[in-house]
């Protein structure tokens, strides 16, 4: 179990590598959700888990699909 304030985020990284989808498709999903459920609290932590799919490949263009692709996508997910 959780502590009350660490809400558990799980989300699929389209192209991650790129700042511009990591803000429009990861993180802006996220804080709207966030948001529209009033947990958006400075004493909130996330708990951000990137689901990779079962086969290790991901769909086209996710930071999956490729090996060079995973790497940029965790260095970008580390910033």
Same mark, same amino acid.
């Given at each position: 179990?959780?502590?009350?304030?660490?809400?558990?985020?799980?989300?699929?990284?389209?192209? $991650?590598?790129?700042? $511009?989808?990591?803000?429009?498709?990861?993180?802006l999903p996220v #804080?709207?959700?966030?948001?529209? #459920?009033?947990?958006?609290?400075?004493?909130?932590?996330?708990?951000?888990?990137? #689901?990779?799919?079962?086969? $290790?490949? $991901?769909?086209?263009?996710?930071?999956?699909?490729?090996?060079?692709?995973?790497?940029?996508?965790?260095?970008?997910?580390?910033?």
């Amino acid at each position: 179990e959780l502590p009350s304030n660490v809400v558990m985020v799980p989300f699929h990284s389209m192209n $991650g590598a790129n700042p $511009g989808h990591l803000i429009w498709d990861d993180f802006l999903p996220v #804080y709207t959700l966030l948001t529209m #459920y009033q947990l958006n609290h400075h004493d909130v932590e996330l708990l951000m888990m990137r #689901y990779v799919l079962k086969d $290790g490949r $991901g769909l086209w263009a996710s930071c999956d699909f490729k090996d060079e692709k995973r790497e940029l996508c965790e260095k970008m997910h580390k910033k």
